[in-house]
């Protein structure tokens, strides 16, 4: 079984292939993490602390059977997805538009990270976490709940890193996820294409295609000398794939608030969706940080109303 989360991987998909693939060994099935794309700055940083390896990157699945993190939309798994057998998920996302023909094993829960659920299943199975796994996991809910500062985290998010904490023996969290996120921010030498994927998402809503990316930083500042080529470099990608409207979280997560950068072909999507008058090419939302919780359901159920 091959175990891989969505295209552009972050962290939480990284770490919750890696760990769902180990438990599902434990369990005595045999499974494999993969990726479809090589692992970001940061999640370089978190695998090389705890001693783990980035997947093997993957383009195709099909004739395979496959479990999957982190995501069940079909613009965001491979091009072969249906003809593959998927056996399992473990999200924390709404269900997107995939489809089984089979039942299947289904862990989707409201809470800030993949990696809390995968901490329940460990428990749920009876089987221990390793120490690297667990350190890996706490990083991966810390950089989706943003230190715990996004909407999206939960009080069982909170309990995970706490017992991933004594199982990996981090002392220090919140200085771990500082350091983890001063690594999130470095931007210089990177490719203005290597930012703009660095995070980055694709839906179809209601027949429209939109693509969200986003850049967390410690401050916004550091971003500043890097607007104008990752303007050009959104521009781009709408024209590449005929997309509606692509939109670039600039979150700055010391403020708490999210600078859009976008391009679209309406820009009344904008004052529907989020009750702002965009500018020419951005637009400030102060609170958001969450593309899950607080871009992609309004967006998705106002801006094509």
Same mark, same amino acid.
């Given at each position: 079984?091959?175990?891989?989360?969505?295209?552009?991987?972050?962290?939480?998909?990284?770490?919750?292939?890696?760990?769902?693939?180990?438990?599902?060994?434990?369990?005595?099935?045999?499974?494999?993490?993969?990726?479809?794309?090589?692992?970001?700055?940061?999640?370089?940083?978190?695998?090389?602390?705890?001693?783990?390896?980035?997947?093997?990157?993957?383009?195709?699945?099909?004739?395979?059977?496959?479990?999957?993190?982190?995501?069940?939309?079909?613009?965001?798994?491979?091009?072969?997805?249906?003809?593959?057998?998927?056996?399992?998920?473990?999200?924390?996302?709404?269900?997107?538009?995939?489809?089984?023909?089979?039942?299947?094993?289904?862990?989707?829960?409201?809470?800030?990270?993949?990696?809390?659920?995968?901490?329940?299943?460990?428990?749920?199975?009876?089987?221990?976490?390793?120490?690297?796994?667990?350190?890996?996991?706490?990083?991966?809910? $810390?950089? /989706?709940?943003?230190?715990?500062?996004?909407?999206?985290?939960?009080?069982? @998010?909170? %309990? #995970? *890193?706490?017992?991933? +904490?004594?199982?990996?023996?981090?002392?220090?969290?919140?200085?771990?996820?500082?350091?983890?996120?001063?690594?999130?921010?470095?931007?210089?030498?990177?490719?203005?294409?290597?930012?703009?994927?660095?995070?980055?998402?694709?839906?179809?809503?209601?027949?429209?295609?939109?693509?969200?990316?986003?850049?967390?930083?410690?401050?916004?500042?550091?971003?500043?000398?890097?607007?104008?080529?990752?303007?050009?470099?959104?521009?781009?990608?709408?024209?590449?794939?005929?997309?509606?409207?692509?939109?670039?979280? $600039?979150? /700055?997560?010391?403020?708490?608030?999210?600078?859009?950068?976008?391009?679209? @072909?309406? %820009? #009344? *999507?904008?004052?529907? +969706?989020?009750?702002?008058?965009?500018?020419?090419?951005?637009?400030?939302?102060?609170?958001?940080?969450?593309?899950?919780?607080?871009?992609?359901?309004?967006?998705?159920?106002?801006?094509?109303?």
């Amino acid at each position: 079984m091959l175990v891989l989360g969505h295209m552009n991987p972050d962290t939480d998909s990284i770490v919750a292939a890696i760990a769902l693939a180990d438990l599902f060994s434990k369990r005595g099935i045999e499974a494999k993490p993969v990726a479809q794309g090589k692992v970001t700055p940061e999640s370089a940083f978190v695998l090389e602390k705890f001693g783990l390896t980035a997947p093997e990157v993957v383009t195709s699945v099909a004739g395979q059977k496959i479990a999957l993190v982190d995501t069940t939309e079909l613009a965001q798994l491979p091009g072969d997805i249906a003809q593959a057998e998927v056996l399992a998920v473990a999200d924390h996302h709404k269900l997107g538009d995939l489809s089984t023909p089979n039942p299947l094993e289904m862990w989707v829960w409201p809470v800030g990270c993949t990696c809390t659920v995968l901490k329940s299943m460990y428990d749920f199975y009876g089987v221990e976490v390793s120490k690297g796994i667990a350190g890996a996991m706490l990083c991966a809910i $810390l950089s /989706d709940t943003v230190m715990f500062k996004s909407v999206t985290c939960t009080e069982a @998010d909170k %309990k #995970a *890193v706490e017992a991933l +904490a004594k199982i990996s023996g981090v002392s220090d969290v919140m200085g771990l996820g500082m350091e983890m996120f001063k690594v999130k921010s470095a931007v210089e030498g990177a490719p203005m294409r290597d930012l703009v994927f660095r995070d980055y998402k694709d839906f179809d809503m209601a027949g429209h295609g939109v693509g969200i990316g986003q850049l967390e930083v410690v401050d916004l500042d550091i971003l500043k000398p890097y607007v104008d080529g990752l303007y050009e470099e959104i521009t781009k990608l709408k024209g590449e794939k005929g997309h509606h409207t692509i939109m670039l979280m $600039l979150t /700055d997560i010391m403020k708490e608030g999210t600078e859009m950068l976008f391009v679209t @072909d309406d %820009k #009344a *999507v904008f004052k529907k +969706a989020f009750g702002v008058d965009a500018g020419e090419r951005s637009f400030w939302l102060q609170g958001c940080m969450s593309r899950k919780k607080q871009v992609v359901p309004d967006f998705q159920a106002k801006a094509f109303a």
